[in-house]
């Protein structure tokens, strides 16, 4: 097991909703990633954060936001949910100490949107 | 950005026989590489990887290469055993910016008892 914790692990939403997914992330680490992988794919990039600030962002949509707390936990949101939001949302958490560490990967949450 | 190609998308062995896995990257500015194997219901798990310093890495039973003038690398487990049934995934992040890991699409093994 990574140290990283994801909740919920599973979340039925119909289109038009808002969700929130949370992690936890490994202790020591002070970088979390969160990325969409649809069913059958490769995990997709969708931001990151390190220390409380955005740090970089893949190619979707603004109604995909964050935050990271000061204790290094993260959050997910997406807004006005569609169809193709569903898939399982990955948080990765790493150490960034002048030299990029290693991700580990939490269980992840899987969104169905009806 | 980045494009991460991923072959074969299958692949069936025989207990005990080797399994080889190939990726080919695009962005030159690619220097680290892992290897990740996610299992039914999880989520992807760290099994090696490898900076772009060194051209191979190996761990028990499971190695990568990584050549960089032909931007490919491979991994390649050998003894496989049906715990290893699962689908691996390559990855390649750059050597600046954030951590963003452009992955493959996937390769699903299965190990024939």
């Known amino acids: 097991e990574t140290g990283v914790t994801q909740s919920p692990t599973h979340l039925i939403k119909t289109r038009g909703q808002q969700v929130t997914l949370r992690c936890s992330s490994q202790?020591?680490?002070?970088?979390v990633s969160w990325y969409q992988q649809a069913l059958g794919q490769g995990p997709q990039f969708i931001f990151q954060y390190y220390r409380e600030e955005e740090n970089g962002r893949g190619n979707f949509p603004p109604r995909f936001s964050g935050l990271q707390f000061p204790n290094y936990s993260s959050e997910l949101n997406v807004n006005a949910l569609e169809l193709d939001d569903s898939a399982l949302y990955l948080c990765?958490?790493?150490?960034?100490?002048?030299?990029?560490?290693?991700?580990?990967f939490g269980p992840g949450t899987r969104l169905l949107v009806l | 950005g980045e494009n991460v190609e991923q072959h074969p998308s299958t692949l069936s062995v025989q207990e005990g026989d080797s399994a080889v896995i190939k990726c080919t990257y695009s962005?030159?500015?690619?220097?680290?590489f892992p290897w990740y194997k996610q299992e039914l219901g999880k989520g992807p798990q760290l099994i090696i990887d490898i900076r772009s310093n060194v051209g191979e890495k190996k761990d028990q039973r499971i190695a990568v290469t990584l050549n960089k003038t032909a931007k490919h690398f491979s991994l390649h487990i050998t003894e496989t055993q049906p715990e290893d049934s699962a689908v691996y995934f390559c990855a390649a992040r750059r050597n600046f910016g954030n951590e963003k890991l452009t992955f493959g699409t996937g390769t699903r093994l299965t190990i024939i008892p």
């Open positions: 990765a958490s790493s150490s960034y100490t002048g030299v990029r560490e290693t991700q580990y």
């Open positions: 202790s020591g680490h002070n970088t």
């Open positions: 962005d030159s500015a690619s220097n680290y």
